[in-house]
């Protein structure tokens, strides 16, 4: 048996279930991973708080998620890479990009390259990046509100790749074709 309950709003503790009827009604659905973090209320909301700041950060859309799916693979969250693939789709990104992105390889598109290697190097160096890993951002015209933005993502999706792998929550229906394995 798991060792986590999928929730719903009538089985969520009380403190979850407004922002557990929330996602139902703006989704028309409800996550299993939602259902899982709802365990425990403080978690699911502060998730999905930071989760809304980070979507109104100076990255666009398709930047935002090469931040997240660079965390989503290095964290190896499959669930995580399975969604924001469909996000990615739902924005037009490239083929290409998607598939390096699902392979932590490099990107085809240079800015988002230097993107994805300074978010590596936040998570490599604890925050602590070296002076060229900034420069080499700013060199492909990110700003340093830039960088501090990686930070903002980082932290958002190491809360959602840690719970999601903790309470191993699977992939639901609208995701499936998009089903990801870390390689090796």
Do not use: K
């Not at 792998?165 to 090796?184: K, Q």
Request: hydrophobic share 45%; with cysteine; net charge negative.
């Amino acid at each position: 048996m798991p060792p986590f309950t999928t929730h719903t709003a009538d089985t969520a503790p009380a403190d979850a279930r407004q922002t557990v009827e929330a996602v139902h009604r703006r989704l028309g659905h409800l996550p299993a991973a939602v259902g899982l973090m709802a365990e425990s209320p403080e978690l699911l909301r502060g998730f999905l708080t930071v989760n809304g700041i980070f979507e109104s950060c100076a990255l666009d859309p398709v930047e935002r998620e090469v931040v997240v799916m660079t965390v989503a693979t290095r964290n190896e969250c499959h669930l995580c890479v399975a969604m924001h693939t469909a996000t990615l789709t739902r924005h037009g990104a490239a083929p290409e990009l998607i598939e390096a992105l699902r392979a932590g390889a490099p990107l085809p598109d240079d800015r988002l390259e230097a993107l994805r290697r300074f978010t590596l190097a936040v998570l490599d160096h604890a925050g602590a990046v070296p002076e060229g890993g900034i420069a080499a951002l700013l060199a492909a015209g990110y700003q340093r509100r830039h960088a501090l933005d990686v930070v903002l993502g980082v932290g958002t999706y190491t809360i959602s790749t840690f719970a999601n792998r903790l309470t191993r929550a699977p992939l639901d229906p609208p995701v499936a074709a998009y089903a990801w394995e870390p390689a090796g």
